[in-house]
């Protein structure tokens, strides 16, 4: 009669270094092969933030956004100190970076030259929805692991049709400063073989106004509660180019905090409506407002935010107070910064010149001091406009286990984008987030 096998503790501790070797491979795989030097860019490290140990089941997800910088929007005026502004030139960083984070789930903006990029995440294992702006000669994407995650549903929203309150003529139900063109992107991702489970994804490039924002968060609440039963208890994340900074507006607005008198200030100077949606407004001999090829970048573009070809706005036009605007940032739910709630349980994060808090004073108990020191750093403008939030759902709160680490400033040279640093204007985010199973 055989004995049932009873394993020794070094049997046991052999098994556990197993295990601890298999996790270790998975949160640390080796490079990427980089084919040539025209690949190279700065490695990024990641740092573990919870210590916690995740509950049993539930979901796993590494998720990216990057904003790559649309080759149709390069110019050398705007990044003279620039040393790679051709496509030719990028667009093996970019590809690499994509591939280093190794995500289950990447948020792209300012995506073009498509026929170039879509070869490529094919070929590292991604399908992938791509949508752009009406007239927009680039867009937004969300590419997912095909082995992991079907798409079951999809939205774009554009932000310029959607309204903001219930009654009134269609300017005044609209709201809006600027004809943009700008969209966000929503998909509903589901797990396979996880007995339906799954997560909401949306990414976005928006106007720095707060009230494109505030829609996407609506909308992104509503896309949720939309779907069948299932879809109700996953959780979302909003991911992109927000083009605000953590002292601004909207993000206080976005993130449940009450309006400094500074942040105030700034609201009401953003009362003007542009040419765009005023068409008797006097251009100045600029070429058409309609004809531009960018909305976005005006803000982007410009650290003082001003905006030429502009009336102050009336009653009539129906921008929203800034009661308003907290009011519909409620009806979309309170989210939660993956960098700015992650980094601040990192030890001596504080002095490591590594986040925004350490070049900008935030008032103690306001989110936005522990995000990255910098997401966008060219010659002329240096800012954080790029976030991974997160909309849980009800009894699934979001544990952040992992962050890839923010650079230093000094590894930016005199601006981006710079050979063997990195491809884009803008720095990549990317975190490992993880929820528990649904009740």
């Not at 270094?17 to 270790?24: F, I, N, S, T």
């Not at 799954?198 to 609506?218: D, S």
Request: proline share 7%; hydrophobic share 35%.
């Amino acid at each position: 009669m055989s004995r049932t096998y009873q394993p020794t503790a070094e049997d046991l501790a052999k098994a556990e270094q197993r295990r601890l070797k298999r996790e270790q491979a998975k949160n640390n795989p080796p490079p990427a092969k980089v084919d040539d030097e025209r690949g190279r860019i700065l490695p990024r490290e990641w740092v573990d933030v919870s210590p916690t140990t995740t509950s049993v089941g539930g979901q796993t997800i590494r998720v990216m956004t990057w904003n790559i910088l649309a080759q149709t929007l390069v110019r050398r005026e705007l990044f003279p100190t620039s040393d790679c502004l051709k496509a030719s030139q990028r667009e093996h960083m970019l590809y690499r970076e994509i591939a280093s984070h190794n995500a289950d789930i990447c948020c792209l903006q300012e995506v073009d030259r498509m026929e170039k990029l879509f070869p490529e995440l094919e070929k590292a294992g991604y399908a992938w929805v791509y949508a752009a702006g009406p007239r927009k000669k680039h867009g937004c994407l969300i590419a997912f692991r095909k082995d992991a995650y079907e798409c079951v549903r999809q939205r774009v929203v554009t932000y310029d049709e959607q309204d903001v309150r219930a009654a009134g003529a269609e300017q005044a139900r609209r709201g809006s400063s600027f004809r943009t063109k700008n969209i966000g992107s929503l998909v509903a991702l589901r797990r396979i073989g996880a007995e339906g489970d799954g997560v909401i994804v949306a990414t976005t490039h928006l106007f720095w106004h707060p009230a494109q924002a505030a829609i996407l968060l609506r909308e992104v609440a509503r896309f949720r509660e939309e779907g069948p039963e299932p879809e109700r208890s996953w959780p979302a994340i909003i991911a992109g180019d927000f083009n605000f900074g953590p002292d601004d507006p909207a993000y206080a607005l976005l993130m449940g905090d009450a309006l400094l008198p500074e942040q105030q200030k700034r609201l009401d100077s953003s009362y003007v409506v542009h040419a765009t949606i005023g068409p008797t407004v006097a251009s100045g001999g600029a070429a058409p407002a309609e004809e531009e090829e960018e909305g976005a970048e005006a803000g982007e573009n410009d650290p003082d935010r001003i905006i030429v070809n502009a009336r102050p706005a009336q009653p009539s036009d129906g921008l929203l107070s800034s009661a308003e605007l907290e009011e519909l940032f409620r009806q979309g739910g309170r989210v939660t910064s993956a960098y700015d709630a992650g980094q601040r349980l990192v030890p001596g994060i504080s002095d490591s010149a590594l986040t925004f808090g350490s070049r900008a004073s935030v008032p103690s108990g306001r989110r936005g001091a522990f995000e990255p020191i910098y997401t966008s750093y060219t010659h002329y403008w240096q800012a954080v406009l790029d976030y991974i939030f997160v909309l849980d759902a009800p009894g699934r709160n979001v544990s952040i286990l992992r962050l890839a680490k923010p650079h230093k400033k000094e590894a930016f040279g005199e601006g981006l984008p710079r050979k063997g640093v990195c491809g884009s204007d803008h720095i990549s985010l990317a975190a490992e987030l993880h929820w528990p199973p649904p009740s």
